[in-house]
Structures are given as C-alpha cells and as structure tokens.
C-alpha cells in the first residue's frame, strides 16, 4: 500500500513522537500496485447440463492486509526500536490507524500490525516493515452522533437520514432512548425499508435504554432484561436515503453511527 503522507496515528499516538514516517516504496518507474477495498466471493451452484451456475449471492472471506514499512531520517538506536515495536507490534486488539493525507482525513482502519522485520544498512538501524491487518475489507469514518430532543412525546416526528456507507448492505447504528417522566412505549419506522417496525413497549419513566443494533444488544439504566418488550427488529438503514418516524414516551433519542469507506492509495 502506497501512500503520499508521512506522518500517521495509531493507536492515539502520533508518528512524530518516534520520529519515524510511513516509507514510499516505489521501484523507480513511477507505478505502485497496491490492494483495494472490498474482496468478495460469489456463491453460486451448478447443476448437471447447465453451463451458468445458479448466483446465490456474495460474502467476504477474507480481510483487507498490506505490507508497510515505516523509517526515520535518523539513526534508530537499540533501545528506540524497542519502544517502536512495542508501540506497533504488541497489539492484542486491533486498533485505529489514521493516515494524516487530506482525502483520507476521515478515515479510520481498525489494524493490527504483525510480522516485523527491522531495516538495516551495515550496521545501523534506519526502518521496521511488517504486515498491516485490517479487521474487515473496509475502513470507517469517524464515529457520528446526532440527538434528538422531545419536549413533547413525538407523533410520527420525522428523521431524514442519508446512508452514505460504500457497502450495499445494511447499516446498523448504536443508539439510546431516554424515556419521558410517564414511560410507556416508543416505535421507529422506517418507511425507507418497507415500514420495517422498531418497537419498545411497558418502559419506565426515565428509563434509558442503550442499544447495540448491530450485536442485537440492549442494555437498561434500570438493570432489567428488555428483551420480552422488543419486537426483535433492530434499527437498521438501508443504502442512500432513509425516513424514520419517531412515535413515543420519549425525551431523548441519540444515533451514533460510523459510515463504511473502500480503501485504497
């Protein structure tokens, strides 16, 4: 993976605080290949005397990785190579890398780096490469979040929400609802996904629920299992432009969201 910017993040630490910067590997004649975003496999079957096989769809088998090498205009010495691979290569999560170059100022990869290899030449250190290993075929945006405030329980109050993700499946936001001083129920529809149907149903006043839709998990201030007042259709959007409804005791509605990006450069 070739990139034009030298300083990066990982990890919430800046690359400057090492001295090192992200290296350039071009052979010299001006054209770098490097992996893009968003590997698939199709499903399909074949059947006997049918030479075009039934499609059954698609799915990722694999994650985004690419070699990266980083280097310092000075000398590293022993013990300053030492903090860099343990700032690099000791992850046992993956966390955030975030390359400082202006058309990806909003992006984030989730990677964890594997395979180092120091650099020498003769007998001074000058670089470390290894392996970038990305948590899926994507990189995100920023995480968002946006509030909405009820002074009065909403009656079908309308949310507009534009799905920007480079993925043509669903997204699936995090989110709290803030119960009113009455409690009661709360629906989401959104009409932009065939009127599907979020529903909470006999909630406390004041109750907070915390909502993971994409892991299906829900969380109550009030240390109770939920789960029997869902209608088990967890908040999703479709790709490009969706209108929710918003209907219920509520006084505090809040969406936090990352959006997909292909990665590439």
Same mark, same amino acid.
């Given at each position: 993976?070739?990139? $034009? ?7 919430? /630490? ?27 496999? /199709?499903?399909?079957?074949? /059947? ?51 390359? @400082? ?38 990189? $995100?945006? $920023? ?23 480079? $993925? ?27 009127? +599907? ?29 939920? @789960? ?33 990006? +292909?990665?590439?450069?």
């Amino acid at each position: 993976m070739s990139f $034009y910017a030298k300083s990066f993040v990982y990890d919430s /630490i800046a690359s400057e605080n090492f001295n090192i910067e992200i290296a350039n590997t071009d052979s010299g004649n001006g054209i770098i290949s490097s992996p893009g975003s968003g590997k698939i496999s /199709i499903l399909e079957s074949y /059947i006997y005397r049918r030479p075009v096989p039934f499609f059954l769809g698609i799915h990722f088998d694999s994650r985004l990785s690419f070699p990266v090498s980083f280097f310092s205009p000075d000398e590293i010495n022993a013990l300053d190579i030492s903090y860099i691979q343990s700032w690099l290569f000791s992850k046992s999560q993956y966390k955030s890398l975030v390359i @400082i170059q202006p058309d990806l100022d909003e992006t984030i990869l989730n990677c964890i780096f594997t395979d180092p290899t120091i650099l020498r030449a003769g007998n001074i250190i000058y670089g470390i490469s290894g392996l970038c290993e990305v948590n899926s075929q994507f990189a $995100y945006t $920023y995480p968002k979040t946006v509030t909405y405030n009820y002074s009065t329980p909403p009656s079908s109050s309308l949310i507009t929400f534009f799905n920007n993700s480079h $993925y043509s499946g669903y997204l699936y936001p995090s989110m709290t609802l803030t119960m009113n001083s009455t409690g009661g129920s709360v629906t989401i529809i959104n009409a932009s996904d065939a009127d +599907r149907e979020f529903t909470f149903t006999s909630l406390s006043p004041n109750e907070i629920l915390t909502i993971n839709n994409d892991l299906g998990i829900v969380t109550s201030s009030l240390n109770v299992l939920r @789960i029997a007042n869902f209608n088990k259709k967890f908040l999703r959007f479709i790709p490009g432009l969706n209108q929710l409804y918003v209907t219920g005791d509520i006084s505090k509605l809040v969406l936090t969201y990352q959006f997909v990006r +292909r990665f590439g450069g």
